[in-house]
């Protein structure tokens, strides 16, 4: 049964005076004392959920592939004749046989034939840049985009991750936690982040993106200094509490620029940057939330002095020699190769994209690093595999590079 409330709507007497051809003049008004019945659940026929988020996802289907080609990964072949099945979007198990298993329930399960066609498992990005989104043809302006412009283009960028085959990325610098909570409510179509919020930086450092002509007084430390990228902290307290920031806004990890840059306008390739006591404050906080800090870094130098004071992980590494291989190797941490954005940010294509400083420093590090990648597969490195940094070179990249 319906549920009823009454609605009261109280007699009053009002009095209006009005003014009619010279006499003024009083009339009363009435309204009478009358009882509405409303049925206040008419009409509301969703549930409190869908109504405040009205782009849940619809619930999952069951699914069967069948017949299809799919793809090993680990021994690198096609096995034919694949019956796989999807159930509340977990592939539960995979049967194979040239003819239709018995277990295939087609009221159960709706079926997607897959013949002649090839299934792979979703492809997994290790470095990417989300919030370096497509738009503009100059790095500068692309690291200056106001922060409004670049989430609205996001959408686009995960979109097209996802449109690849792309079903989970790393971000290593730029994208931050709300995103992922609104992937797994469905407001965003995008893959799965695992994110490390800002990468932070020291002043002067490559995720510090200010030109060297602004003064100090245009910036404010740490924690009031964000960029599309990264944020700058100075010192052990501002360190720890710019990790500390980054996993209370949804970092899984911590990301550090250990050495120079490409992009950075005002820093050296040769620089080492963060002081030790400043890495093991930034590593200390990793340790306390059970995870771990990767690095920005191309020289030997730079490498070595992350990894012997914890750093797991070395983004880039361009100028890796072999003793710094081994001595990761040792430390049991991995290397993140990224040789295809250098080769993109070199073409013709892109020679207005960077300028001349930034472009003298992309060539230096594109062809040692090739030799960089000789010494990581001689010493056995584990790798993380790469294909994008910022979407507007991820746009023209559909290549792999060994």
Avoid at 59 to 84: E, F, H, Q, R
Avoid at 236 to 257: H, L, N, Q, T
Avoid at 267 to 274: E, W
Avoid at 370 to 396: D, E, T, V, Y
């Amino acid at each position: 049964m319906s549920e009823y409330k009454s609605i009261i709507f109280a007699g009053m007497w009002r009095c209006f005076s009005f003014q009619l051809r010279g006499h003024r003049n009083s009339i009363l008004t009435k309204i009478k004392m009358t009882t509405y019945q409303i049925d206040v659940n008419e009409g509301m026929n969703k549930s409190l959920a869908d109504l405040v988020a009205p782009w849940r996802p619809e619930p999952l289907k069951n699914y069967c592939i069948s017949n299809t080609n799919l793809i090993d990964v680990v021994s690198g072949v096609s096995l034919p004749g694949a019956y796989i099945f999807i159930e509340q979007g977990i592939i539960s198990k995979v049967e194979f046989g040239s003819e239709k298993p018995v277990t295939v329930d087609e009221v159960a399960f709706e079926i997607i034939d897959g013949t002649g066609k090839y299934v792979t498992p979703g492809l997994i990005d290790s470095h990417v840049h989300i919030a370096s989104v497509a738009g503009e043809a100059d790095l500068t302006k692309l690291m200056l985009m106001p922060k409004s412009v670049a989430l609205l283009r996001i959408r686009y960028t995960l979109e097209a991750a996802l449109a690849r085959g792309f079903t989970t990325v790393r971000d290593c610098g730029g994208a931050e936690g709300f995103l992922k909570a609104e992937i797994r409510q469905g407001s965003l179509n995008g893959p799965r982040l695992i994110t490390c919020g800002h990468a932070i930086s020291q002043t002067g450092g490559h995720g510090d993106l200010r030109s060297g002509a602004l003064p100090a007084s245009a910036f404010d430390s740490c924690s009031c200094h964000f960029g599309q990228v990264g944020v700058v902290a100075d010192g052990v307290p501002e360190c720890y509490k710019a990790a500390r920031e980054e996993f209370r806004r949804g970092a899984d990890f911590i990301k550090i620029m250990g050495g120079g840059g490409v992009a950075s306008p005002t820093d050296k390739i040769s620089n080492k940057q963060f002081c030790d006591d400043e890495i093991k404050a930034l590593v200390d906080v990793a340790n306390s939330y059970h995870t771990y800090v990767t690095a920005h870094a191309y020289t030997a130098e730079a490498i070595q002095n992350c990894i012997k004071l914890g750093v797991k992980g070395i983004e880039h590494g361009n100028l890796l020699d072999e003793r710094t291989a081994e001595l990761m190797a040792e430390l049991g941490c991995y290397l993140t190769p990224t040789l295809v954005t250098y080769k993109v940010m070199g073409s013709d294509q892109f020679s207005a994209f960077l300028g001349p400083e930034n472009s003298r420093k992309n060539t230096e590090v594109l062809y040692k690093g090739i030799n960089a990648m000789k010494i990581a597969q001689k010493k056995k490195l584990n790798l993380f595999w790469f294909r994008f940094i910022g979407s507007s070179i991820w746009l023209s990249n559909a290549r792999v590079s060994y």
